[in-house]
């Protein structure tokens, strides 16, 4: 599965189920009462998901491999956790396209500044005209986006 148009169509439905996240959670977070427990459940429902495939196909990671992590790596779960409850709590407020614009540029600058800079152990891929000129696009588009929903906000 090292082909482009495979790792492409894979990035696609995971970026698909982002707004989702939110959207579904909301709707337990409603059921349950308040955000925090809905997406406490969410997570759970994800360990047991990724336990069980993990666990049969690669068995349990060793306190040595754990430990041979770097104490920064864990900081994935913080934030996956703070996304996951921001999702939960913005998208029946703000919307989820509204939602979905604000992450994806955050995380389009984010990406970039990794890349430039090589962070976190990750290769060196300068920003070049061709990739700041694509960001700007973005960020141009998701202004636009967002005049016209606050020229269509409801009270």
């Known amino acids: ?16 189920g982002i707004p989702l996240i939110g959207v579904l959670n909301s ?7 308040n955000p925090v427990s809905a997406t406490a459940i969410m997570f ?8 069980g495939l993990a666990l049969p196909l690669y068995g349990t990671p060793t306190s040595q491999q754990m430990g041979s992590a770097p104490i920064w790596s864990y900081g994935g779960g913080l934030l996956i956790a ?6 939960t709590v913005i998208i029946p407020r703000f919307g989820a396209a509204s939602f979905v614009a604000f992450i994806l540029i955050a995380q389009l600058v984010t990406s970039a500044l990794v890349d430039q800079f090589g962070l976190f152990g990750m290769a060196r891929r300068p920003i070049d005209i061709a990739r700041l000129s694509g960001l700007a696009v973005i960020a141009a588009g998701i202004v636009i986006m967002e005049i016209s929903n606050l020229r269509g906000a409801r009270p």
Do not use: E, H, I, Q
């Not at 709707?27 to 009462?33: C, L, N, P």
């Not at 759970?44 to 336990?51: D, E, F, P, Q, R």
């Open 82 to 87: 703070f996304y996951a409850l921001s999702a």
């Open 44 to 51: 759970a429902v994800a360990l047991l998901v990724t336990a």
């Open 1 to 16: 599965m090292r082909s482009y148009a495979a790792l492409a169509a894979w990035t696609f439905l995971a970026g698909a």
């Open 27 to 33: 709707g337990m977070g409603r059921s349950v009462g």
